[in-house]
């Protein structure tokens, strides 16, 4: 049957009048038990995200985001492996210095350790929300063991509402990229006798670092 | 061994004294159903988002051919290619056919409920193609050669120690001393098995919650992340869905996301939500070079005419059978179908027909748990006892069943015959049965008072109690 077919086979389910418009123009606000804003947002946000497992650590600067990943790898008992790392934004942040290697592009099966640049943060439920680009491969939030997320404190929104928001802003309208994942936690499986044992397929841990501020950015008076 | 629709009520009684499956089935009050009470206790305003739910999903409905025209363009924009199946064959044919373009060997799968339905697998591996299921609970009735007992947790029939005897039986490259004492060694072990797979196959294949009419893009949620490397990594991927999937806006997609994790597994999201939209851009370093998404009807468009288009609101949440004291009594294999527990007694009949299927809605007790936890209310009772009706004006039901019926609704629908008889039923039952104060057997109901006694009745009817409290006479 073709695509004409189903869809004369719609029209004829449904009968006259052929459109039924909407009530209302757009979806009405989020609950307000889980709407937040402002300094609230960051704080929900991290609890959140804490509940789900997820550790969060806070930079002041880009600068400070090597330092970050090397006590945290280091925390999960090992010296830094080779990370591979997304195009995080910004220039000169010094890697070596912290004495990681980096590698880009795609993850390879045996990475350990992958670094995407989050677009936005949902307080709502602690989710970070990542689209794919050149510079930040999908890959990188599911095949190493260790997955990292890079945010700016000040792309944490309160609810998926503003997400979208977010995303309708950033690109034309009605697109979006290839990929755009809501990550709440790592790799998780309840199917092996109903206990969650965590790396299914995916990481087995994930970490969000919270820039607070931008290199170079005004501070507010 | 797949067990059969029409031999359901063997099927249950099988299963009522299936120790092992009694002992799985015994972890979902305490599992799925008490995670789903907390997590719906944190947002106050669950039932408004209830109400949202539905009008979400009824107003996509009856406007359903104008957003699939609007997701087809959006979708095909992107740069994905659209096919409409009309039935599980085309669908099937379809799928087959884009595989052998891809000159695919090797098929990995996300969890999907329709693939199951169309019997995607079978034809498949007919036509020489090796079909992986990622899913880790797909993954192991696959081995098993089972169905899925549950629409979201589908070997929640077995037991770890269940588990690790079938890895040690399938997966037989792997030394047969080696240790597998916790789920978390078994999960290891899966998930070395299936990276092999996602690095080779030639084309991945996902199910969708939701296709978004807003971008084109079709919506998977998983905890595994199976999904997301299922249809990141092969260099095809086909999104499979029925034409009811659609939605109009993001935004709808995150109500509906709301209610979906909350209802399903108590979680507030799920680890992986994601929203895929065609294939591969122009300088991305990974990802399908392919996208293609197959629309299927397979009996929604005659759903859509009559009563049941409320079943189409469905989101596949699982928190009906969760629910259901006959699920939790008998589990997902006994209904015999894809879909089983309240919303598969509604969905079957309408796929397969109520001839083959006219036990599935009877196998309620009505107590209408199903619909007080449907996140998009649908009126499960009603749409059940709709097909009982269709069941019993086609003369699908036992004759015996059929007599006591016809007798009853005699006396039914004439209250003065009936007060009669009750008065009369109630005497009699109560000076034969006021020494013991039960009865252990009566004619006819033989299977009912197999494991219990029917107490006596006390010597006056409902009607004359209710009288009596309605002129206020003393007992």
Request: aromatic share 4%.
């Amino acid at each position: 049957m073709s695509r004409e077919a189903i869809l004369r086979r719609i029209r004829n389910a449904l009968g006259e009048p052929p459109r039924n418009p909407r009530s209302r123009e757009t979806t009405p606000p989020a609950p307000a038990s889980l709407m937040s804003t402002g300094a609230a947002s960051v704080a929900r946000f991290i609890a959140e995200a804490e509940a789900k497992g997820v550790t969060l650590l806070t930079v002041r600067e880009p600068r400070h985001i090597p330092g970050a990943v090397a006590r945290y790898l280091t925390g999960l008992g090992g010296p830094a492996p080779r990370v591979r790392i997304a195009d995080l934004g910004w220039p000169d942040v010094p890697w070596a210095d912290a004495g990681i290697e980096i590698a880009t592009g795609a993850a390879a099966p045996d990475d350990i350790v992958g670094i995407s640049r989050g677009l936005a943060g949902i307080a709502e439920t602690g989710t970070v929300l990542l689209v794919s680009s050149p510079g930040n491969p999908t890959t990188l939030a599911f095949l190493p063991e260790v997955h990292i997320v890079v945010l700016e404190q000040a792309a944490v929104a309160g609810t998926f509402e503003e997400a979208t928001a977010i995303l309708r802003a950033t690109f034309s309208p009605g697109t979006l990229p290839r990929s755009v994942n809501l990550i709440s936690g790592a790799s998780r499986t309840g199917d092996i006798g109903g206990r969650i044992v965590h790396g299914a397929h995916g990481p087995r841990r994930l970490a969000v670092i919270l820039v607070e501020n931008k290199q170079g950015a005004v501070e507010a008076p | 061994m797949i067990p059969s629709t029409s031999t359901f009520p063997r099927n249950a009684e099988e299963a009522l004294v299936d120790n092992r499956l009694q002992a799985a089935l015994a972890t979902l009050p305490g599992g799925l159903v008490a995670q789903r009470r907390a997590a719906v206790a944190k947002v106050p305003e669950f039932e408004a988002l209830r109400d949202l739910g539905r009008e979400i999903r009824d107003h996509t409905l009856q406007n359903l051919d104008g957003y699939l025209k609007a997701f087809e363009k959006k979708a095909t924009a992107a740069g994905s290619t659209i096919h409409w199946a009309g039935d599980a064959a085309d669908a099937r044919l379809i799928v087959h056919e884009i595989c052998r373009a891809a000159g695919a060997s090797l098929v990995v799968k996300g969890k999907s409920m329709v693939t199951e339905e169309i019997g995607l697998n079978a034809h498949l591996i007919e036509n020489g193609i090796e079909v992986v299921e990622s899913d880790l609970g797909e993954y192991i009735i696959q081995k098993r050669g089972e169905a899925p007992s549950h629409i979201i947790a589908p070997a929640i029939h077995l037991t770890q120690d269940d588990v690790e005897k079938d890895f040690r039986t399938y997966h037989t490259h792997l030394p047969a001393s080696r240790l597998l004492p916790d789920a978390e060694s078994l999960v290891a072990e899966a998930r070395a098995v299936m990276r092999e797979k996602f690095l080779t196959a030639e084309v991945g294949i996902t199910g969708a919650n939701f296709l978004v009419a807003e971008t084109g893009s079709s919506i998977i949620v998983t905890n595994e992340g199976n999904g997301d490397l299922t249809q990141t990594l092969p260099p095809v991927h086909i999104v499979v869905a029925t034409i009811d999937k659609v939605v109009p806006t993001l935004d709808d997609a995150m109500v509906l996301l709301r209610l979906l994790a909350r209802s399903a597994t108590g979680q507030d999201m799920t680890a992986y939500t994601t929203l895929a939209t065609g294939p591969r851009r122009e300088g991305d370093r990974d990802g399908p070079r392919a996208c293609h998404v197959v629309l299927i009807d397979n009996g929604r468009t005659d759903m859509l005419a009559g009563p049941l288009r409320d079943a189409l609101r469905c989101i596949r949440c699982g928190a009906c059978m969760n629910h259901c004291p006959v699920y939790n009594a008998i589990g997902g294999h006994a209904y015999g179908s894809v879909y089983p527990g309240p919303i598969g007694s509604v969905l079957t009949p309408a796929l397969l027909g109520i001839s083959e299927t006219a036990h599935l809605p009877s196998a309620s007790t009505f107590c209408g748990s199903c619909e007080a936890v449907c996140p998009v209310k649908i009126p499960l009772v009603t749409l059940m006892r709709t097909w009982r009706e269709r069941a019993w004006s086609g003369r699908l039901t036992s004759r015996t069943g059929r007599l006591v019926h016809a007798l009853w609704g005699y006396a039914a629908t004439r209250p003065r015959l009936y007060h009669l008889l009750a008065r009369f039923a109630a005497a009699g039952g109560g000076a034969l049965g006021r020494r013991r104060g039960a009865f252990r057997r009566l004619p006819i109901a033989r299977g009912w008072l197999s494991a219990r006694d029917m107490p006596a009745p006390q010597g006056r009817t409902f009607q004359q109690l209710w009288q009596e409290t309605q002129r206020g006479v003393p007992r």
